[in-house]
């Protein structure tokens, strides 16, 4: 909120002293942009390089590596203004785009993979939480009284390794993910310590037989990106998650961010007051994102997400009304100012978050990478498309910009309605189940149609395998994950 005027002066100053002159406003602008969207390129080659790095280092071996993306990032946005080079600040910023591709997918997928099934949800909603509240935190140390002055804007960026060293001392004490270390590297003793610790009991055999359950219906090697799409088990998975990312990043929460200070001007605020009454849509976001952390569980992801983008598109449609009208009366922008925090509060309360955790459920172990490298493509790839057509848009239809905002809100929630099952509770090979009809698959004989008779030992070299038998009688489990 405070930077785009410092950085830009800082960038006009460094061109004068490097080349005499100052810098005209086409190149100025074309530098402001490539340090603004350099970070969605940074993005998209992050999600890439997440699939090859969570298969050969794992998930917590990822997560403690790219630590150095992001205090490496940290050094260069920092000490940029420093060394009189604008292009310390636009590398900078591609790295930790890069640190945020990468992050993105390992912490989602490790998250769900360590998750018992009946917090699943809510453990995986703490991602979104803490992106809120680092956002949150980004508006007050950019208050003027803190960080937001001319002279020490640059040292806020040293914030960004402080989660980065903190991860790196606690992460090496924590295991790494149980499925990993089962399906993906055939050590049962370490799946098997891993259950134990985030399960907190000793006797976690329904657990490691429901893990290896899932090699009865899926490749027992990891598949690649071609062969998940040439897959017709996952066909609507697929198109599920290449919707819901989608839309994600094609809501209009980018194109809310833009309008905010100019409603809450029209609305009477006085300039000098408006990074303090802008901490409310930090707040708003919190607030939602730890909601719908406590509900989900309850309520469920589909109510959520089908309920998140349904009513963006009703606010969505209010606020282009007020807006409209904003000068008919002088209570009208306050209107716009209470519309704003419930489109903020809507995506927060479902789509904020929830794909990332629909990316971990609806595939299995061997589909996982591929999956997530899939959905971190078409989010950053949408995330740079909204950066570079929202000028565009916005120029042409002024307030009216957020109606078409309204319709991806209202085609996403009218998909998700007809296509998305109910994953609450349930396991991943009974998710992956819930999908054979539209996938017109046969579907395989869930848990409660099998008795298991006991995990074979498993050697290194070997692929874990389970003997199972179809039951006469329905035998009931009861399994955390």
């Known amino acids: 909120m405070f930077c785009p005027q410092y950085i830009k002066h800082f960038y006009n100053e460094t061109w004068n002293d490097r080349y005499g002159t100052i810098i005209d406003a086409d190149s100025l602008t074309l530098l402001w942009s490539i340090t603004v969207s350099v970070c969605a390129i940074g993005g998209l080659l992050g999600a890439l390089a997440a699939t090859p790095m969570v298969k050969c280092s794992g998930r917590k071996g990822t997560l403690l590596l790219n630590n150095i993306f992001a205090i490496i990032s940290s050094l260069f946005l920092t000490f940029g203004e420093s060394a009189r080079s604008f292009e310390m600040l636009i590398l900078g910023r591609l790295i930790i785009g890069v640190d945020s591709g990468i992050a993105l997918s390992a912490v989602s997928m490790y998250l769900g993979e360590i998750s018992p099934k009946h917090i699943r949800g809510s453990l995986g909603q703490f991602n979104s939480i803490f992106i809120c509240v680092g956002v949150f935190m980004g508006q007050i140390m950019g208050l003027p009284e803190i960080l937001g002055q001319e002279t020490r804007w640059n040292y806020m960026f040293l914030f960004i390794m402080a989660p980065a060293l903190m991860q ?19 050590d049962a003793d370490k799946a098997e310590k891993a259950f134990q610790f985030f399960l907190a009991k000793n006797d976690v055999s329904r ?17 690649s990106i071609c062969e998940l799409l040439r897959s017709h088990g996952v066909r609507w998975q697929i198109v599920t998650v290449i919707v819901t990312m989608g839309c994600y990043q094609l809501c209009g929460l980018n194109a809310i961010w833009f309008y905010t200070n100019s409603i809450f001007k029209e609305a009477g605020m006085n300039e000098s ?118 000028p565009f848009i916005q120029e042409a239809f002024g307030a009216f910009c957020f109606l078409f905002f309204a319709a991806i809100c209202l085609a996403g929630a009218m998909f998700l309605f007809f296509v998305l099952p109910e994953t609450k509770n349930k396991t991943f090979v009974e998710i992956s189940q819930s999908f054979s009809k539209i996938n017109k698959v046969a579907v395989c004989a869930t848990q409660e149609e099998m008795e298991w008779v006991g995990v074979t030992n498993i050697k290194e070299d070997e692929t874990p395998k389970i003997t199972i038998k179809k039951a006469s009688i329905v035998i009931e489990m009861e399994s955390t994950f």
Do not use: D
């Open 207 to 223: 657990e490691m037989e429901e893990v290896l359950s899932e090699q009865t219906i899926q490749q027992t090697s990891i598949l």
């Open 273 to 390: 007051q408006i990074p303090y009454i802008t901490l409310t849509t930090g707040a708003t976001e919190t607030l939602a994102a730890i909601f719908s952390g406590i509900v989900i569980e309850r309520v469920g992801r589909r109510p959520l997400l089908i309920g998140g983008f349904g009513a963006m598109t009703v606010f969505f449609g209010f606020l282009t009304v007020f807006l409209h009208f904003q000068s008919a009366a002088s209570w009208i922008p306050y209107l716009s100012i209470v519309c704003i925090l419930a489109v903020i509060a809507s995506f927060c309360i479902g789509p904020g978050g929830i794909p990332f955790i629909l990316t971990g459920e609806l595939f299995q172990q061997s589909e996982r990478p591929a999956a997530f490298m899939i959905s971190g493509m078409v989010s950053w790839l949408s995330n740079f498309t909204v950066g570079l057509i929202f």
């Open 168 to 186: 790196l001392l606690v992460l090496p004490f924590l295991p790494e993910s149980p499925r990993y270390l089962l399906l993906e590297k055939r």
